[in-house]
Protein backbone atom coordinates (compact mmCIF):
# COMPACT_ATOMS: atom_id res chain seq x y z
CA UNK A 1 0.00 0.00 0.00
CA UNK A 2 1.53 3.29 -1.11
CA UNK A 3 2.78 5.93 1.67
CA UNK A 4 0.48 8.78 3.04
CA UNK A 5 1.08 12.04 3.68
CA UNK A 6 2.25 12.64 7.08
CA UNK A 7 1.47 15.54 9.69
CA UNK A 8 1.64 16.20 13.29
CA UNK A 9 -1.17 16.86 15.94
CA UNK A 10 1.01 18.23 19.27
CA UNK A 11 3.61 14.82 19.68
CA UNK A 12 1.93 12.14 17.38
CA UNK A 13 2.72 11.73 13.86
CA UNK A 14 -0.17 10.11 11.43
CA UNK A 15 1.08 8.80 8.01
CA UNK A 16 4.14 8.22 6.87
CA UNK A 17 4.98 4.78 8.16
CA UNK A 18 3.39 5.86 11.54
CA UNK A 19 1.40 3.24 13.62
CA UNK A 20 -0.64 6.16 16.17
CA UNK A 21 -3.63 5.30 17.76
CA UNK A 22 -7.18 7.25 19.09
CA UNK A 23 -8.42 5.77 22.03
CA UNK A 24 -10.59 7.12 24.98
CA UNK A 25 -14.39 6.35 26.20
CA UNK A 26 -17.09 6.82 23.91
CA UNK A 27 -19.02 10.02 26.07
CA UNK A 28 -18.05 12.26 28.42
CA UNK A 29 -19.01 11.19 31.74
CA UNK A 30 -17.46 12.89 34.41
CA UNK A 31 -14.08 15.11 35.05
CA UNK A 32 -13.53 11.68 37.66
CA UNK A 33 -13.98 8.91 34.97
CA UNK A 34 -12.54 11.16 32.60
CA UNK A 35 -9.18 11.29 34.09
CA UNK A 36 -9.19 7.67 35.16
CA UNK A 37 -9.37 6.71 31.67
CA UNK A 38 -7.14 9.28 30.13
CA UNK A 39 -4.23 8.67 32.67
CA UNK A 40 -4.06 5.05 32.33
CA UNK A 41 -4.17 4.91 28.62
CA UNK A 42 -1.33 7.45 28.84
CA UNK A 43 0.79 4.90 31.30
CA UNK A 44 -0.06 1.77 29.03
CA UNK A 45 0.84 3.87 25.64
CA UNK A 46 4.20 4.76 27.59
CA UNK A 47 5.20 1.45 28.72
CA UNK A 48 3.90 0.28 25.08
CA UNK A 49 5.79 2.67 23.45
CA UNK A 50 2.94 3.98 20.74
CA UNK A 51 1.72 7.48 20.77
CA UNK A 52 -2.50 8.92 21.14
CA UNK A 53 -5.17 11.06 20.79
CA UNK A 54 -7.54 11.44 23.78
CA UNK A 55 -10.85 10.46 23.07
CA UNK A 56 -14.00 11.38 24.20
CA UNK A 57 -17.55 13.10 23.21
CA UNK A 58 -19.39 15.74 24.67
CA UNK A 59 -22.41 15.37 22.70
CA UNK A 60 -23.71 11.80 21.06
CA UNK A 61 -26.24 13.70 18.67
CA UNK A 62 -27.19 10.23 16.46
CA UNK A 63 -28.56 7.60 19.11
CA UNK A 64 -30.80 5.35 18.75
CA UNK A 65 -33.90 6.40 20.81
CA UNK A 66 -34.57 9.32 22.63
CA UNK A 67 -34.02 7.68 25.83
CA UNK A 68 -30.64 7.39 25.35
CA UNK A 69 -27.81 9.17 27.10
CA UNK A 70 -26.17 11.90 24.98
CA UNK A 71 -23.62 13.42 27.45
CA UNK A 72 -23.67 16.79 29.75
CA UNK A 73 -23.57 18.70 27.04
CA UNK A 74 -21.42 20.92 25.06
CA UNK A 75 -20.17 23.33 28.02
CA UNK A 76 -19.87 20.39 30.29
CA UNK A 77 -17.71 17.89 28.33
CA UNK A 78 -15.43 20.33 27.04
CA UNK A 79 -14.04 22.09 30.35
CA UNK A 80 -13.26 18.49 31.56
CA UNK A 81 -11.33 17.71 27.99
CA UNK A 82 -9.69 21.10 28.53
CA UNK A 83 -8.45 20.16 32.25
CA UNK A 84 -7.51 16.53 31.11
CA UNK A 85 -5.37 18.08 28.15
CA UNK A 86 -3.23 20.38 30.27
CA UNK A 87 -3.18 18.23 33.65
CA UNK A 88 -2.16 15.19 31.32
CA UNK A 89 -0.99 17.11 28.13
CA UNK A 90 -2.82 15.21 26.00
CA UNK A 91 -3.78 15.80 22.48
CA UNK A 92 -7.53 15.61 22.45
CA UNK A 93 -10.21 14.65 19.44
CA UNK A 94 -13.85 15.34 19.95
CA UNK A 95 -16.73 15.24 18.09
CA UNK A 96 -18.87 18.41 16.38
CA UNK A 97 -22.12 17.67 14.78
CA UNK A 98 -23.27 21.18 13.85
CA UNK A 99 -20.95 24.33 12.23
CA UNK A 100 -21.32 26.55 15.32
CA UNK A 101 -19.86 23.82 17.17
CA UNK A 102 -16.32 23.95 15.61
CA UNK A 103 -14.57 27.43 16.38
CA UNK A 104 -16.28 26.49 20.04
CA UNK A 105 -14.31 22.99 20.26
CA UNK A 106 -11.75 24.56 18.58
CA UNK A 107 -10.61 26.15 21.28
CA UNK A 108 -9.81 22.64 23.79
CA UNK A 109 -9.29 19.78 20.95
CA UNK A 110 -6.27 19.53 18.72
CA UNK A 111 -8.84 17.80 16.16
CA UNK A 112 -11.85 17.89 15.61
CA UNK A 113 -13.89 14.68 14.30
CA UNK A 114 -16.70 14.31 11.53
CA UNK A 115 -19.16 11.67 12.55
CA UNK A 116 -19.94 9.02 9.80
CA UNK A 117 -23.38 10.08 9.57
CA UNK A 118 -22.76 13.46 8.67
CA UNK A 119 -19.25 12.99 6.30
CA UNK A 120 -21.24 14.58 3.73
CA UNK A 121 -22.64 18.15 5.53
CA UNK A 122 -20.21 20.38 3.40
CA UNK A 123 -21.08 23.35 6.06
CA UNK A 124 -20.08 21.42 8.80
CA UNK A 125 -17.19 20.43 7.32
CA UNK A 126 -16.30 23.85 5.94
CA UNK A 127 -16.31 25.00 9.47
CA UNK A 128 -14.27 22.55 10.90
CA UNK A 129 -11.86 23.11 8.24
CA UNK A 130 -11.62 26.76 9.08
CA UNK A 131 -10.53 26.14 12.53
CA UNK A 132 -6.79 25.45 11.05
CA UNK A 133 -7.14 22.35 13.21
CA UNK A 134 -6.48 18.72 11.75
CA UNK A 135 -9.86 17.03 11.06
CA UNK A 136 -10.66 13.33 11.08
CA UNK A 137 -13.55 12.28 9.04
CA UNK A 138 -15.45 8.98 9.39
CA UNK A 139 -16.49 7.75 5.95
CA UNK A 140 -19.89 6.89 5.85
CA UNK A 141 -21.66 3.61 6.21
CA UNK A 142 -23.33 5.15 3.07
CA UNK A 143 -20.67 5.33 1.23
CA UNK A 144 -18.20 4.07 -1.29
CA UNK A 145 -14.62 4.30 -0.50
CA UNK A 146 -13.69 6.12 -3.65
CA UNK A 147 -16.64 8.39 -2.93
CA UNK A 148 -14.48 10.04 0.08
CA UNK A 149 -12.31 11.67 -2.04
CA UNK A 150 -15.12 14.73 -2.59
CA UNK A 151 -14.75 14.72 1.35
CA UNK A 152 -10.50 15.39 0.73
CA UNK A 153 -11.49 18.02 -1.70
CA UNK A 154 -13.80 20.10 0.06
CA UNK A 155 -11.58 20.37 3.58
CA UNK A 156 -8.96 21.08 1.59
CA UNK A 157 -10.90 23.46 -0.88
CA UNK A 158 -11.73 25.11 2.71
CA UNK A 159 -7.76 25.46 3.84
CA UNK A 160 -7.50 22.30 5.94
CA UNK A 161 -4.23 19.86 4.85
CA UNK A 162 -4.21 18.00 7.82
CA UNK A 163 -6.84 15.13 6.95
CA UNK A 164 -7.73 12.04 8.24
CA UNK A 165 -10.31 9.37 6.61
CA UNK A 166 -11.82 6.92 8.81
CA UNK A 167 -13.22 3.53 7.56
CA UNK A 168 -15.95 2.35 10.11
CA UNK A 169 -17.81 -0.48 8.17
CA UNK A 170 -20.61 0.17 5.68
CA UNK A 171 -23.78 -1.29 6.19
CA UNK A 172 -24.90 -4.77 5.13
CA UNK A 173 -28.48 -5.19 4.99
CA UNK A 174 -30.27 -4.61 8.31
CA UNK A 175 -28.57 -4.19 11.74
CA UNK A 176 -25.21 -5.56 10.68
CA UNK A 177 -22.29 -3.74 9.15
CA UNK A 178 -19.22 -5.32 7.40
CA UNK A 179 -15.42 -4.11 7.06
CA UNK A 180 -14.08 -4.12 3.45
CA UNK A 181 -10.47 -3.76 3.77
CA UNK A 182 -9.92 -2.99 0.07
CA UNK A 183 -10.93 1.01 1.00
CA UNK A 184 -8.02 1.23 3.19
CA UNK A 185 -5.44 1.60 0.05
CA UNK A 186 -8.37 3.12 -2.22
CA UNK A 187 -8.60 5.66 0.09
CA UNK A 188 -5.40 6.10 1.21
CA UNK A 189 -4.91 7.25 -2.43
CA UNK A 190 -5.84 10.29 -2.06
CA UNK A 191 -2.95 11.41 0.04
CA UNK A 192 -4.30 11.22 3.36
CA UNK A 193 -3.51 8.92 6.13
CA UNK A 194 -6.17 6.16 6.95
CA UNK A 195 -7.61 4.95 10.55
CA UNK A 196 -9.02 1.85 11.33
CA UNK A 197 -11.75 2.62 13.60
CA UNK A 198 -12.58 -0.80 15.38
CA UNK A 199 -15.33 0.24 17.81
CA UNK A 200 -17.96 0.94 15.43
CA UNK A 201 -16.91 -1.69 12.83
CA UNK A 202 -18.11 -3.78 15.27
CA UNK A 203 -21.52 -2.11 15.95
CA UNK A 204 -25.22 -4.26 15.34
CA UNK A 205 -27.01 -0.44 14.64
CA UNK A 206 -30.25 -0.87 16.71
CA UNK A 207 -29.31 -4.07 17.61
CA UNK A 208 -31.48 -3.76 21.12
CA UNK A 209 -34.17 -1.58 19.65
CA UNK A 210 -33.56 1.41 21.54
CA UNK A 211 -29.65 0.99 21.57
CA UNK A 212 -27.10 -0.18 18.98
CA UNK A 213 -25.64 -3.97 20.28
CA UNK A 214 -21.66 -4.29 19.41
CA UNK A 215 -19.79 -7.53 18.89
CA UNK A 216 -16.95 -6.72 21.43
CA UNK A 217 -15.28 -9.85 21.39
CA UNK A 218 -14.12 -9.42 18.32
CA UNK A 219 -11.86 -6.14 19.01
CA UNK A 220 -8.63 -7.84 19.00
CA UNK A 221 -9.15 -9.70 15.44
CA UNK A 222 -10.43 -6.51 13.58
CA UNK A 223 -7.72 -4.30 14.99
CA UNK A 224 -4.69 -7.08 14.18
CA UNK A 225 -6.03 -7.35 10.80
CA UNK A 226 -6.49 -3.24 10.13
CA UNK A 227 -2.99 -3.29 11.36
CA UNK A 228 -1.49 -5.90 8.76
CA UNK A 229 -3.28 -4.28 6.19
CA UNK A 230 -1.21 -0.97 7.09
CA UNK A 231 -3.59 1.71 8.26
CA UNK A 232 -2.16 4.64 9.77
CA UNK A 233 -3.94 4.98 13.10
CA UNK A 234 -6.33 2.52 14.69
CA UNK A 235 -9.27 4.32 16.52
CA UNK A 236 -10.94 2.52 19.23
CA UNK A 237 -13.34 3.42 22.27
CA UNK A 238 -12.31 1.93 25.78
CA UNK A 239 -13.99 1.83 28.97
CA UNK A 240 -13.05 0.31 32.31
CA UNK A 241 -16.50 -1.61 32.90
CA UNK A 242 -17.74 -1.14 29.52
CA UNK A 243 -21.00 -3.44 30.61
CA UNK A 244 -22.12 -0.34 32.72
CA UNK A 245 -21.04 2.73 29.90
CA UNK A 246 -23.57 4.79 29.13
CA UNK A 247 -23.01 4.79 25.34
CA UNK A 248 -21.59 2.31 23.05
CA UNK A 249 -20.76 -0.19 25.74
CA UNK A 250 -20.96 -3.51 23.70
CA UNK A 251 -18.38 -3.03 21.32
CA UNK A 252 -16.20 -0.79 23.39
CA UNK A 253 -12.67 -2.59 24.26
CA UNK A 254 -12.39 -3.23 28.24
CA UNK A 255 -8.88 -0.88 29.75
CA UNK A 256 -7.79 -4.32 30.80
CA UNK A 257 -7.17 -5.79 27.55
CA UNK A 258 -5.94 -2.76 25.73
CA UNK A 259 -1.89 -2.94 26.82
CA UNK A 260 -2.17 -6.68 24.90
CA UNK A 261 -3.34 -5.62 22.01
CA UNK A 262 -1.39 -2.37 21.64
CA UNK A 263 1.53 -4.34 21.96
CA UNK A 264 0.69 -6.88 19.53
CA UNK A 265 -0.07 -4.21 17.29
CA UNK A 266 3.10 -2.41 17.63
CA UNK A 267 4.60 -6.05 16.68
CA UNK A 268 2.20 -6.40 13.25
CA UNK A 269 3.33 -3.24 12.46
CA UNK A 270 7.22 -3.81 12.86
CA UNK A 271 6.77 -6.82 11.33
CA UNK A 272 4.88 -5.42 8.21
CA UNK A 273 6.75 -2.12 7.94
CA UNK A 274 10.35 -4.18 8.40
Request: glycine share 8%; hydrophobic share 40%; aromatic share 8%.
Amino acid sequence: MAMSNSFQVENVTFGGGNLSFILGPCVVESYEHAYKMASSIKEICGRVGVDFVYKSSFDKANRSSIESFRGGGMDFGLEILAQIKKELNLPIITDVHEPYQAEKAAEVADMLQIPAFLCRQTDLLVASAKTGKAVNVKKGQFLAPWDAKNIVEKLNQAGCEKVLLTERGASFGYNNLVVDFKSFPIMREFGVPVVFDVTHSLQLPGGLGKATDGLGKYIEIFARAGVACGVDAVFMEVHDNPSIAPSDGPNQLPLERLENLLTKLKQIHELCHS
